[in-house]
């Protein structure tokens, strides 16, 4: 297995996942604030531009590889949901096929009792 996604699943065991989430989040947050600071000192210094116009240009050019990258995130977004289907429905398919070979070696008699102690049941507590 992906080192990473080890890590991933033992920081969500040991915290809570939503904390987990949040913290990705909050790395990505930094991550992009930094990038901005970094471009908006540097269209001051090397442009000339006031502090105003550089936070200006750096949201409009965040805009547009925002627009630019997103057609791929969720290109990759959409394969990874197909294959996740795909696996769910392949493991409902194994497991339907092993309880369906398991009711064939349950003697019918067996399913008539197990059926009346479930409408017993449910009569007594309901």
């Known amino acids: 297995m992906n080192r990473s996604l080890i890590t991933l699943v033992l920081l969500v065991i040991a915290f809570q996942g939503d904390t987990v989430f949040s913290f990705l989040l909050e790395g990505i947050h930094l991550l992009v604030e930094v990038v901005e600071f970094a471009a908006e000192h ?60 398991w009711t064939t070696t349950v003697h019918p008699r067996r399913w008539v009792v197990a059926c009346v102690i479930l409408v017993a049941t449910y009569t007594f507590f309901f």
């Open 42 to 101: 540097l269209l001051e210094a090397h442009f000339g531009l006031s502090t105003r116009a550089a936070q200006m240009v750096t949201a409009w050019l965040g805009l547009a590889v925002f627009l630019g990258v997103s057609p791929f995130i969720v290109r990759k977004l959409w394969a990874m949901l197909a294959r996740v289907i795909a696996a769910a429905a392949e493991q409902w398919r194994r497991r339907s096929a092993a309880a369906r070979e």
